[in-house]
């Protein structure tokens, strides 16, 4: 059984970073058959994907549009685990991120998820 | 980027009642479309797959049909465990996107 736990602060400053951490048990990060994502909610964007790194012979991220230029999706392979770095954090950024596996056609099947982290941008 | 479209994005229903709840993708999506179910305060949980494959312990009662643009979630005999919050998704391209969900609440 796979099982995804997320950790990280709930506040962050605007201007500042947003890192949070998911640790994979059940399975690798390094696994050729599966993707690593994050993915936030909110009640102004709804469900929405941030972005995904995956094992094939190298390591690949893809990334969504809207935060291209401020996000890091990372892997660990010695903790087994993931990382998010989401810089230069406003507001609109406010949400509940959730760490996710991805699996089956185009690994963007999310069959696992952690259990989300709120994550407020405020002074 | 491919827009699903979800309706309605709210509906009453009783228990043991049907419930029927629909997506529609802007681009042709194959059978890459998943349904989600999300409780308060909890993760999505997959449902379905592959527009009509149920995950491993969903009960029978869930079912999903449709292909190309136009999918269809149905909960026959509602159960109270049932009244939740539903997303489809699509994941046939990057970046995978959500439908803007809908709640079903009971009557």
């Known amino acids: 059984q796979v099982q995804l736990q997320q950790s990280g602060p709930g506040l962050v400053r605007p201007s500042q970073t947003l890192s949070l951490t998911c640790a994979i048990s059940g399975d690798s990060v390094s696994s050729d058959s599966a993707a690593w994502n994050w993915i936030r909610q909110s009640p102004s964007r709804g469900l929405e994907w941030l972005g995904r790194t995956y094992y094939r012979s190298r390591w690949y991220n893809d990334y969504a549009l809207s935060v291209k230029s401020r996000i890091s999706i990372n892997p660990d392979t010695s903790k087994n685990q993931f990382s998010l770095q989401l810089n230069s954090v406003t507001p609109e950024d406010t949400a509940v991120y959730y760490c996710?596996?991805?699996?089956?056609?185009?690994?963007?099947?999310?069959?696992?998820w952690g259990q989300g982290t709120l994550v407020t941008v405020s002074s | 980027a491919i827009q699903l479209t979800q309706s309605p994005s709210s509906l009453s229903a009783s228990v043991g009642g049907r419930v029927t709840i629909t997506c529609r993708a802007s681009?042709?999506?194959?059978?890459?479309l998943a349904w989600y179910q999300q409780k308060p305060g909890k993760a999505p949980k997959l449902l379905i797959s592959?527009?009509?494959s149920l995950e491993s312990g969903v009960p029978s009662r869930f079912s999903g049909s449709g292909s190309g643009t136009d999918f269809t979630l149905t909960i026959n005999s509602l159960q109270p465990e049932d009244f939740a919050t539903y997303y489809c998704?699509?994941?046939?391209?990057?970046?995978?996107?959500f439908g803007g969900g809908t709640k079903v609440e009971i009557k």
């Open positions: 996710a596996r991805g699996a089956s056609y185009q690994m963007l099947r999310f069959d696992y």
């Open positions: 998704q699509q994941f046939n391209s990057v970046p995978p996107s």
């Open positions: 592959d527009a009509s």
């Open positions: 681009q042709g999506i194959s059978s890459a």
